[in-house]
């Protein structure tokens, strides 16, 4: 099976393939060394006792994942962060003791979960912008298949206009 998108009926039928790669094991386990990364850099910095050869076995690794190793480590510990712990720690040995230092699984877990949904409501704020916009039916330039609301005496907009436009101001205002 493939680690690099995210599977489902959902998935295989109707997202992206830009979208499956971001609920990707392979997204979110690269995501979690990121997040391991940045925080022996930050314990660093803070006088932790962490070399730079540390911190270098950890980049050198973070993106050749091994799953088999989290996967046999998973079925003991029943535990999917303490697992890839332990698979990071082997690819790294002299890095092994500080991946995680400090941190509980809500560290990469919560963190990667915002990280994830951002990136999807980033892709899909760029997918919604390049959707046709102004949809007003005024012959048949609207796309097919729309429910329309009435809007004055003679205005039909189209269902997907509305929700662009809904949608469009929500992100500006919070982003």
């Known amino acids: 099976m493939s680690n690099d998108r995210y ?26 060394r990121k997040l391991w990364i940045a925080l ?4 660093k910095e803070l006088g932790l006792d962490i070399t730079d050869e540390q911190i270098e076995e950890l980049k050198a690794h973070q993106d050749d994942i091994n ?5 046999k480590r998973e ?23 500080i991946i995680h230092l400090g941190a509980t699984s809500c560290y990469v877990g919560d963190n990667t979960d915002i990280i994830v949904m951002t990136e999807a409501l980033k892709l899909v ?24 609301f009435m809007f004055g005496k003679d205005i039909l907009v189209c269902n997907t206009e509305v929700f662009n436009q809904n949608f469009l101001t929500v992100m500006r205002n919070n982003s």
């Open 7 to 32: 599977v489902s009926p959902l998935s295989e039928r109707y997202a992206s393939k830009e979208m499956q790669y971001i609920f990707s094991p392979d997204k979110k386990f690269r995501t979690w």
């Open 75 to 97: 079925k003991e510990v029943r535990h999917d962060v303490m697992s890839h712990v332990y698979a990071y720690g082997v690819q790294c040995p002299k890095a092994k003791g």
């Open 67 to 71: 799953y088999e190793d989290a996967k």
């Open 125 to 148: 704020r760029k997918k919604l912008v390049n959707v046709k916009t102004g949809c007003f039916l005024n012959s048949s330039s609207c796309c097919s298949g729309c429910i329309y």
């Open 40 to 43: 022996a850099e930050t314990e």
